[in-house]
C-alpha cells in the first residue's frame, strides 16, 4: 500500500484541552492525501491522558512514549510515519484548511526548495501577524523566519540527522532550518496566512523569552552552527544595525509621545497635587488630609509602572483562568458522557431485570390460569353430576306420585265395592272386641 504523500505530526504533552481543535484543522485540508499521527510525549494531566487512551479520529493513529521533550516526540513520530513530505503541528495550533494544498504545490513544483513556511496570525490572549518575507541567510540567522508547521521533505530532514533531541528548552525548529540551510538546501514563504498559532501563558515561546533563556539559546545556536554565521556575520551585523536604528526611531516616537501627552498629563497631575498640598497645609491640623496628600503623591510616583504591572497581571490572570475554565469545561464534558453511559447501562440493566421479572409473573399468571381452568373443569363435572341426580330424583318422585294415585285411586275403589260394605259388620265387632279387651285400635 502506498504512503499517503503528507504525514502530519502532533506532538502532545497535557495539551489535550485543545488536541481535538488541532487534528480538526487538518482533517478539514482541501488536500486529503495524508495520516495523522499523535505523538504522546509521557503526558501527565488527567484529561489528556483520559482523552488519549481512546483517541478516534479519521487516518489519526496516538503513538505513545515517555516524557522525553518536543524533539524527540517529534523524531518519533518521524519514525511512525513514511510520507515524503512532513508537517510538524503543536498540539494547540491549527492550520488553515489550504495550507497543505499550497504547500504541497510549492514543493511539487520546484525539487529544490526543501521546505515551505507562511505567514503566521496568533490567537488566544494576544492578536498580530508575522509576515516574513526571507528564510534565506542571513534573515533565518537573525531570527526564525521559518513557523514549526511548515511542510518540509522528509529526505531533507533524515539528511541531517533530525531534530536535536537535546534542545528540550526551544527553538529545535529553528536548529532544523538552519541545519537544512548549512547543508545546501533552500526554503520558501508563501506570502499568505496560513498557519495559525495560539499564545497563552505557559507557551514555550514565552517560557523562553524569560530571563536568559532566549539569549543562551540563540547563544548555543550560533556555536552549533558557527560556519554559517561567521560566513553571514557582515551581513548580520548590518540588520541588527538597522533593527537597532528601528528601535531609536520607536524610541524617538515614544519621546515625542511623552512630550505631546505624557508631560501635559503630568503637568496636571502636578497641579492637583500642588492643590492638594495647599489644601494639605491649610488644614495641617487634620491628619486624615496629610495621609490622603501623602498617598495621592506616591500614588503619582509609581502610577505609570503600576498601571503597566497590573495590566500585564490582570492580562495573565485573564488567560489562566480562560484556560482554566476550558480545561475545567473539557473535563466536565468527559464526566458528563461517562455518567450518560453509567445511567445508560444502569437502565438497561434494570430493564433487562423488569423485562425478567415481567416474564417470571407471567409465567406463574399462566401456571394460574391452567389450575383455574382445571378446577372449572372439575366443578362443571360435579355440577353435570349434581344435575343428574336431581333428574333422577325428580323422575324417581314422579314415579312416587304415580304410585301413590294409583294406590289411593284403588283404595277409594274398594271402599266403594260390594265386598267392602258387605264386611263393615265384621270390622265393628272387630274393633268392640279389642276395646273390650284392652288392646285397642281402631
Known sequence: MEPAKVSVIVPCYNLGLYLDEAVDSVLAQTFHDLEIVVV?????????????????????????????????????????????YVCMLDADDRLEPTLLE??????????????????LRTFGDEVWDWTPESCDAPALLDVNTVNGAALVRRSAVEAVGGFDESMRDGCEDWDIWLSLLEHGYRGAILPEVLFHYRRRPESMSRVMMRGEGHPRLYRRLVEKHT????????????????DIASLRRHIHDLELERYQWLDPELAKWRSDVEALERKAARHA???????????????????????????????EERARMRAAAEEERAQMRVAAAEERARMRAAADEELAQM?????????????????????AEALRNERDQYLHAFDTARALALEFDASFNRARAEAEDLRGSISWRITAPLRFVYKAMRRLTGRGGS
Do not use: C, M, Q
Open 285 to 315: 491640623g487634620e491628619r486624615a488630609r496629610d495621609d490622603e496628600f501623602a498617598t495621592l503623591r506616591a500614588a503619582l510616583d509609581r502610577s505609570e509602572n503600576e498601571r503597566a504591572l497590573y495590566a500585564r497581571r490582570f492580562e
Open 227 to 242: 560556519r554559517v554565521y561567521r560566513d553571514h556575520v557582515g551581513s548580520l551585523i548590518v540588520r541588527r544595525e538597522d
Open 40 to 84: 504522546d510525549d509521557g503526558s501527565t494531566e488527567a484529561g489528556t491522558r483520559r482523552l488519549l487512551a481512546s483517541y478516534e479520529k479519521p487516518r489519526t493513529r496516538v503513538v505513545r512514549s515517555e516524557n522525553r521533550g518536543l524533539p524527540a516526540a517529534k523524531n518519533l513520530g518521524l519514525l511512525h510515519t513514511r510520507g515524503p
Open 355 to 375: 423485562r425478567a421479572a415481567a416474564d417470571a409473573d407471567s409465567a406463574r399468571a399462566d401456571v394460574a390460569l391452567e389450575r383455574a381452568r382445571v378446577h
Open 102 to 119: 499550497k504547500s504541497v504545490a510549492a514543493l511539487d513544483a520546484d525539487p529544490s526548495v526543501a521546505f515551505v513556511s507562511h505567514w
